[in-house]
């Protein structure tokens, strides 16, 4: 994996941290109510994951490059049962980064409208 791997590691490990936060802030995201191992769960566990490491020194381009180029050490191919599909969680990551970085919009607000739209 090359100069990915520490990036993918990265992103797995704040995935992770993003399902203990998704629990904290179910109610201002939507998720609360909703089964702990949906595909929105998921969606919402990215969606914070990447805000987390928006706030070190990583940036959009070097989360989608590993994405993109090694995406599969963490991501599936194809949807399953509780993983969206890879290419739809890059769309959701980059539409995230759109309403962040571009609209300037707060990253709780943003999670949700993401999350809306899945």
């Given at each position: 994996m090359g100069d990915a791997q520490p990036m993918l590691t990265k992103?797995?490990?704040?995935?992770?941290?993003?399902?203990?936060c998704a629990a904290e802030i179910g109610d201002a995201i939507g998720t609360s109510g909703l089964p702990m191992g949906s595909q929105k769960h998921e969606i919402a566990a990215d969606l914070i994951g990447t805000c987390l490491l928006l706030k070190t020194d990583v940036t959009p381009i070097m989360i989608t490059s590993a994405?993109?180029?090694?995406?599969d050490f963490i991501m599936d191919k194809d949807a399953t049962g509780t993983h969206p599909s890879q290419k739809a969680r890059m769309g959701f990551i980059s539409a995230l980064f759109t309403k962040v970085r571009s609209q300037k919009k707060p990253e709780i607000e943003a999670i949700r409208e993401v999350l809306a739209s899945s």
């Open positions: 992103f797995a490990i704040a995935h992770e941290l993003g399902h203990a994405l993109n180029s090694y995406g």
